[in-house]
């Protein structure tokens, strides 16, 4: 199989805009550094950071219901732990995500935001080594932190299919491959694969929802991405959650080896 890495992103906050990375380093059982280490809960929400749980992501902002956050660009800086938030280049909110009072100013920028569009207050939560994860901890991974994954020749398939582009951030994945035959990925799980210097075994297919009919670059629902999917394929798959299972890096252009 020849495939090679061709982009990769992390989400440091659930919900909000992807961070482009040319490299990064994984451990056994991690997900990327940072990726979903924070969410905005809704005031409805129950959340321990003591005894922090997988919950769905209806308990937090989030794109299936709220395509108004495509609006904002988000930067997150490990370092300094500051937050900015802009939109069309112009900063709105530049805060702190581990201080108090920051975490207050961000909560409150997007309580605004929201216009009661969904139950306040917000608050912005966390938990040491916990990752808010769009998928449920899976019976067959040894952890509840996965790596995404999607081919793009897949999404090559499926623009074909429905006779439009298809941007490939609407998935929201962490790596984007590109080689392998379209849909083969599919036929990858609990097997493993060696992505640069890592090695992942491959877990489970990702389940589409509401939030890919998101047009990242207009904010509006503009392809039904679930609907379509399920007319030209029978399945609303696309993509690919791994775990890491030997501590390696990830840089744009690696190769990707592993099942025939």
């Not at 997007?110 to 990752?131: I, K, Q, S, T, Y």
């Not at 047009?215 to 007319?231: F, G, K, M, Q, Y």
Request: glycine share 8%.
């Amino acid at each position: 199989m020849e495939a090679s890495v061709k982009a990769i992103y992390r989400y440091p906050v659930k919900g909000l805009s992807p961070e482009k990375l040319e490299r990064v380093e994984l451990q056994v059982g991690g997900c990327l550094p940072h990726d979903r280490r924070f969410a905005i809960a809704l005031g409805t929400t129950e959340f321990d950071p003591k005894a922090p749980c997988w919950l769905q992501k209806t308990h937090f902002i989030m794109l299936m219901r709220d395509e108004s956050l495509a609006r904002l660009t988000t930067h997150f800086d490990p370092a300094t732990g500051m937050l900015r938030v802009a939109a069309r280049g112009e900063t709105l909110l530049q805060a702190s995500l581990q201080e108090p009072e920051g975490c207050r100013r961000i909560a409150g920028f997007f309580d605004e935001f929201m216009a009661g569009a969904v139950p306040g207050p917000l608050r912005v939560v966390e938990a040491e080594g916990h990752a808010f994860a769009d998928a449920p901890p899976k019976p067959n991974a040894s952890t509840g932190k996965y790596v995404s994954l999607i081919n793009l020749n897949s999404i090559r398939d499926f623009e074909e299919k429905i006779g439009a582009p298809v941007e490939p951030l609407r998935f929201r994945a962490n790596v984007y491959f590109d080689g392998p035959p379209a849909w083969q990925e599919q036929q990858w799980i609990e097997r493993e694969l060696t992505v640069g210097s890592t090695r992942l075994r491959v877990i489970a297919p990702i389940t589409r929802c509401a939030a890919t009919e998101v047009n990242p670059a207009t904010t509006e629902r503009d392809i039904p991405i679930v609907r379509e999917l399920l007319r030209h394929y029978e399945h609303n798959l696309m993509g690919i959650y791994a775990e890491v299972i030997g501590a390696g890096a990830i840089a744009a252009g690696d190769g990707v080896s592993g099942p025939q």
